[in-house]
């Protein structure tokens, strides 16, 4: 009987329309917020860092980027990985040319670099769209990993054609490198993740967010009515890329230190962010969240219960693992469409019901 809209009054459109209309809602938010900053860095351990909460962060953090691409605007891609090694690379290259600059300023100006080179491969969805722009995104997949793979200059001519994180902090900190801490992992990713998660839900909510669902629900009319495509599909390319970026800027430097693009940016990449968001819920920001922790989760549990606990060999594992997220996507296709999210928004408006019948 807690979860209740009696008793929220309101008294301006701004308490009306904020994201968190419930008492209920915001009290949980702010509690998971302060947890997270709070209480895990304290606690967290390397194994639990690096399996779980770092890939998370980063991965929801590319999630949202395509979210806002295909869950918003309507625009297939599967260049994901292709833009995280962009935003990589453009990591790397600025780390080793200007030393001096702080890492928080490299990630973004990796981020603004991706949002341009995505904007480029943009370009054509102001022409063709559906089937053909996902086999133009594709096309932006494999040729930027090749670009990367095969011009020396931008892995500094490394013998072994990999790209190495030198050692970078912030407020006396390593977050980059060798000697980082657990904990340093995930306070930077986790703040990355906030700020990126809170513009995101700005955005969607803003002018350009209605302009991205008008063209996503039908471009024609939305032309009609005033909605600049050319406008609203490259702002949507450019925002997508961005926050790709970042996720590839924080994959290469905090979570893995040494990449090379065909292994860690490979096709394989762009697919699981996708089916992230496919799992998790299209045009939702909190699908995206709920997406990245359960691919991220799955193949751990599947670890710890097959391998360490039935003693099962791991390269069985490993096939069981794409045929359980083949399964969960082809069920969540025919069953709910809108994927976790979906299932969220009907759970609590049964709890607002409960324990009344209807």
Not at 339 to 348: E, F, I, M, Y
């Amino acid at each position: 009987m807690f979860y209740r809209e009696a008793g929220d009054i309101k008294t301006s459109y701004v308490a009306d329309s904020q994201t968190f209309p419930i008492a209920f809602d915001r009290i949980g938010y702010l509690c998971v917020i302060a947890v997270a900053f709070g209480v895990l860095p304290f606690i967290i351990g390397p194994y639990w860092a690096n399996a779980v909460f770092v890939p998370f962060l980063i991965y929801a953090i590319a999630a949202i980027g395509l979210n806002i691409l295909t869950g918003y605007c309507g625009q297939v891609s599967l260049g994901t990985g292709g833009f995280m090694a962009v935003g990589a690379y453009a990591c790397y290259k600025l780390m080793t040319g200007f030393p001096d600059l702080n890492i928080i300023f490299v990630i973004l100006l990796a981020g603004g670099i991706t949002a341009a080179v995505g904007t480029a491969f943009g370009l054509p969805s102001l022409r063709i769209k559906g089937f053909y722009l996902a086999v133009a995104t594709l096309a932006a997949q494999f040729f930027l990993v090749w670009l990367f793979n095969k011009v020396p200059w931008f892995y500094n001519n490394s013998a072994s054609g990999q790209i190495s994180a030198p050692e970078r902090s912030v407020f006396g900190v390593a977050v980059t490198g060798p000697n980082v801490e657990a904990w340093a992992k995930y306070l930077i990713c986790l703040g990355f993740l906030f700020v990126l998660a809170w513009m995101a839900r700005n955005l969607t909510r803003g002018s350009l967010g209605r302009s991205w669902m008008a063209i996503r629900d039908m471009d024609i009319a939305a032309e009609i009515i005033g909605v600049n495509p050319l406008r609203a599909k490259l702002t949507a390319f450019a925002v997508s890329s961005f926050f790709i970026g970042i996720a590839g800027a924080l994959f290469f430097s905090v979570y893995l230190g040494a990449a090379e693009a065909g292994e860690a940016f490979g096709i394989n990449k762009s697919f699981l962010v996708l089916f992230m968001i496919i799992i998790g819920g299209l045009g939702s920001i909190f699908g995206s969240l709920a997406g990245a922790a359960f691919l991220v989760l799955l193949p751990v549990l599947l670890k710890n219960t097959f391998v360490g606990l039935l003693g099962w060999p791991t390269d069985l594992t490993a096939h069981l693992e794409l045929m359980v997220v083949g399964g969960l996507i082809l069920t969540f296709l025919i069953a709910e469409p809108h994927g976790l999210a979906q299932l969220w928004r009907v759970a609590k408006e049964k709890l607002r019901l409960w324990p009344f019948p209807h």
